[in-house]
């Protein structure tokens, strides 16, 4: 079952529906992290599937990174704050990002890849989105991008606040992310102390906020550092800043309102559907 916020019926300032601080996990190869959607508490956020955060000074939480694993009927967003990634799939795809670059790969009908995280001057902090594909393009040809932070465009918003816009619209900026059914919307933003800035989400769609430095507030309710704030819809999404500033992930999209079944590292719309994915992958299909 998805999750879903309340519905606004006449124009509205989002607010805060739920916090959530994440719980600690492991993948890949014991790679240490915590996870924020794809819990018991937040199972997910239609068309959010997951969110990970993994932050480490120590390489022995991480260092075996995530060996080659499948993927079918979704789509995975890796951004590096800090630290590498390399990417290698079984499509040709190939890839190493580093700080502040994004790795975007639609797995589509299959893909079986790797990715291996790493230091950059003795630290390491990114996340990790799956985004849904709807039921007409599960089955999609696979497709990988790299996106420096070159690419990224930082948007002045005045007062010492700024947005890095890694995929959606705002300003009349666009992020280098690609056009996606869900229209998704996904910003690294920065507000100066005791300041306010105006989040361009969309009326309709589902969006969180993650605050991984200083505390962020929406409608006068604080988020603290660790924390993920669902936010209700509505047609303004203001967010500030306490005392000491704050920066934060906004992740949105549309949701697509359609079954979803989930087994590990597949996410298709029926039972039978999973069970034909798994079939696939094991007699080398992918």
Do not use: C
């Amino acid at each position: 079952m998805s999750a879903t916020v309340e519905k606004a019926t006449t124009a509205t300032e989002r607010r805060i529906v739920h916090k959530f601080p994440g719980m600690p996990a492991q993948d890949g190869a014991g790679v240490k992290l915590t996870r924020l959607v794809g819990t018991p508490q937040l199972p997910d956020l239609d068309p959010i599937l997951m969110l990970d955060t993994f932050r480490s000074d120590n390489p022995n939480d991480y260092g075996a990174g995530f060996p080659e694993h499948p993927h079918r009927g979704f789509e995975t967003v890796s951004y590096m704050i800090k630290g590498s990634m390399a990417h290698r799939d079984n499509h040709g795809g190939k890839g190493l990002i580093t700080d502040g670059g994004v790795q975007w790969m639609t797995a589509g009908r299959g893909v079986a890849h790797s990715e291996m995280p790493a230091q950059t001057g003795g630290h390491m902090f990114g996340f990790q989105l799956w985004l849904n594909l709807p039921a007409k393009e599960k089955m999609r040809e696979p497709w990988y991008a790299d996106i420096p932070a070159t690419e990224i465009p930082v948007i002045a918003l005045g007062g010492g606040n700024s947005a890095k816009l890694i995929v959606g619209e705002w300003n009349d900026m666009k992020g280098p992310g690609p056009d996606r059914a869900i229209q998704p919307f996904i910003a690294d933003v920065t507000v100066a102390a005791n300041s306010e800035v105006e989040v361009p989400v969309a009326a309709g769609h589902n969006a969180f906020l993650y605050v991984f430095e200083g505390e962020a507030k929406v409608a006068g309710e604080s988020v603290r550092k660790g924390e993920l704030a669902v936010l209700s819809l509505g047609d303004k999404t203001r967010v500030g800043a306490a005392a000491d500033g704050a920066r934060f992930l906004v992740v949105a999209g549309k949701p697509l309102r359609e079954p979803i079944a989930k087994y590990g590292p597949f996410v298709m719309n029926t039972a039978d559907e999973i069970r034909k994915a798994i079939h696939d992958y094991q007699s080398g299909q992918f």
